[in-house]
């Protein structure tokens, strides 16, 4: 199993959950976050004039998919999400070493 952990542009969220799901994984979690990377951001100064930052809105996704999807979800989230341009975000992989589902006690790729 691998974790998939996806940083990317607020507005891509509905395309991820489209990859996810056509892909038969059905259990992600999100949160809103802000970030800077190779983009840069945007400056915007407090009212104090002290305090300037350079974050940008981002979504995070984090989910747990069964090896063999990996690469196939990795493709899709390049094409339909990637324009080419700073700001489309990063997708960072590990290794799971085994999940359980509380509810029934079911262990590893069955858990998902």
């Keep these: 199993m691998k974790k998939i952990e996806i940083i990317t542009r607020t507005e891509k969220l509905e395309i991820i959950k489209k990859i996810l799901v056509n892909h038969n994984c059905l259990g992600l979690t999100v949160y809103s976050v802000m970030g800077c990377g190779r983009q840069k951001g945007h400056i915007s100064k407090a009212e104090n004039d ?3 930052t350079n974050l940008l809105p981002k979504i995070y996704v984090m989910t747990v998919v069964k090896d063999s999807e990996l690469k196939l979800i990795m493709n899709d989230i390049y094409n339909e999400i990637g324009t080419g341009t700073h700001g489309d975000g ?5 290794n799971i ?3 359980m589902r ?3 006690g079911e262990c590893g790729e069955n858990a998902l």
């Design 50 to 52: 002290d305090v300037a």
């Design 90 to 94: 990063k997708v960072f992989v590990s």
């Design 97 to 99: 070493e085994d999940a």
């Design 102 to 104: 509380i509810r029934t």
